[in-house]
């Protein structure tokens, strides 16, 4: 018996000294949030002018087996980040679309997106961006959102708030009523719903819904519900790098993000993700009217 009672002290004292371990290392990163945030927004700086000087040379546009678009700069740029990241933080991982997972399981993970929306950039259009997080077990402490030809730079880091091209946003302009049919809403493309055979959900929102706006870009769509141009959003069968910042934008103004579905996706890491974000009595109506069409 006496030793049971050391062995389950021993075992408690163990389990006190790993949580504690996890609380002196979450308080470490968070301390570096602010370094971590200006390796960034150095790469994001970096990128744009790297954009622009490449811009004209990057319309060999390549097929990708998922049939999306792929450009010289989108490879160029995860790149760039990726040995940015290596050499500076080898611990952290990188999760980006056009590469391989770079250190699988590490706390510490960048998701980045090099080029949102490559068809409207390779086409000259200015709703396409590059989307930064950093995630600290699965979810963003800090993300930059970068729309360059709009000069709209959205950032948010843990606790901090959520900067307009460097200056704090407060919030979004006032609630709309429960279920008040006339909100505007961003929705991905009709061939999302298609990924995961719930091509029929988009019918049943629309019909719903009629100011209904849709953009080849998850980015200009998120940014323009931060910003308020949307009530809500919502994002379907998408990939975690065409959402990584978007629920620490909500969390930080003080709206609303729901997670409706995680599924499985052939070889993509961690899947494919619908959310709901926005103003919050938007969002519920949303998430009430999809739960009821399933």
Known sequence: MFCKVLQDSSSKAESFKKNMNKVISSNSIISNIDKYYDFAKEFIDESRIFIKEKRNNSHKIELKSDNSLVTFIDKS?????????????????????????????????????????????AYGLKSWGIIVALHLNGVPILSIYDLPDLNETLSAIKDKGVYRNEVKIESLK??????????SIYISRPNNFKRNSQFEMFYEITK?????????????????????????????AVKLWDIAGIQLFAKELGLAYELIENFKVSGVVDGGFTVLFGKPSVVASLKKLIETAK
């Open 208 to 236: 719903d819904y009629q100011n209904i706006n849709i953009s080849g870009s998850s980015i200009y769509g998120q940014v323009y519900t931060i910003l308020g141009a949307f009530d809500a959003g919502i994002e379907w």
């Open 174 to 183: 006032k609630e709309m009523p429960l279920n008040d049919k006339n909100s």
């Open 77 to 121: 740029l995860e790149e760039r980040f990726r040995r940015k990241v290596k050499e500076t933080y080898p611990e952290h991982g990188v999760l980006g679309e056009e590469f391989p997972e770079y250190n699988l399981g590490a706390p510490l993970r960048w998701v980045i997106d090099p080029i949102d929306g490559t068809q409207n950039f």
